[in-house]
């Protein structure tokens, strides 16, 4: 497994083999992790709900709770991490994946590289481990940083013929925050299209054929994505 920071293109193998980038988001995609309310709700069951300091984590996490090493730590995933947690319409797919020798297979997370430890060990414990593992070392850039990440997958993988991709942040997801940047899913379309149309002239061949797939928002966190939107208002 590869880990790199945003755009570091160090060490990465160019197989002209490859035919096809397989792409997956981690949280709510790969895996189901808890949210934030859950969090809150686990941490006053294990009186971990304070910091060294008696502060109140909810303050701390304001905003920032996918950032934090402790989202990612027991008892919010647990050591190992349990099964339970995979999502079993795409994991599926991984699998599938990873077993074409064909195909690279890539997660994508805007998790910050500073966890790279904590998230390592939960792949690990899943047997999720990908060609490549791409984390995010700019906060609060997730989306720009994406696109960047993929067009130097592109650059780095010129042969490859397909690309499909899985993402929970959506037209719903973004629907229920009220933050159209929240539809990754549609910037990965666009971005696709563009770079079509970029390479119009050139042979019929190296059009990319792409595929990025919306993963339902759970039932469980739409309540919860509602009045995370009203707050705002």
């Known amino acids: 497994m590869q ?84 999502n079993k319409e795409v994991i599926s797919k991984f699998y599938e994946s990873k077993r074409d020798k064909k195909r690279h297979t890539v997660i994508m997370t805007g998790r910050p590289d500073t966890l790279h430890n904590e998230l390592n060990r939960i792949l690990k414990d899943l047997n999720l481990v990908p060609d490549e593992l791409i984390m995010v070392d700019i906060v609060g850039e997730t989306m720009s940083l994406k696109l960047k990440a993929l067009d130097k997958l592109l650059k780095e993988h010129p042969h490859v013929k397909e690309i499909e991709m899985w993402d929970d942040r959506g037209s719903k997801k973004a629907q229920l925050t009220g ?48 009045r995370l939107n009203k707050k705002k208002d």
């Open 3 to 86: 880990f790199r920071k945003w755009l570091k293109s160090d060490n990465v193998v160019r197989n002209k083999h490859i035919e096809k980038i397989d792409i997956f988001d981690f949280d709510d995609t790969l895996v189901l992790v808890p949210s934030e309310d859950e969090a809150r709700t686990l941490l006053h069951k294990y009186n971990l709900w304070a910091d060294a300091n008696n502060k109140p984590l909810a303050k701390k996490w304001t905003g920032l709770y996918w950032d934090h090493a402790a989202s990612l730590k027991p008892p919010i995933f647990m050591d190992p991490a349990p099964t339970s947690m995979l």
């Open 179 to 226: 933050n159209p940047e929240e539809n990754h899913v549609k910037a990965f379309k666009d971005f696709l299209t563009k770079e079509n149309n970029a390479r119009q002239n050139k042979d019929r061949a190296y059009f990319l054929k792409f595929k990025v797939n919306e993963i339902p928002v759970r039932e469980d966190r739409v309540e919860e994505l509602k």
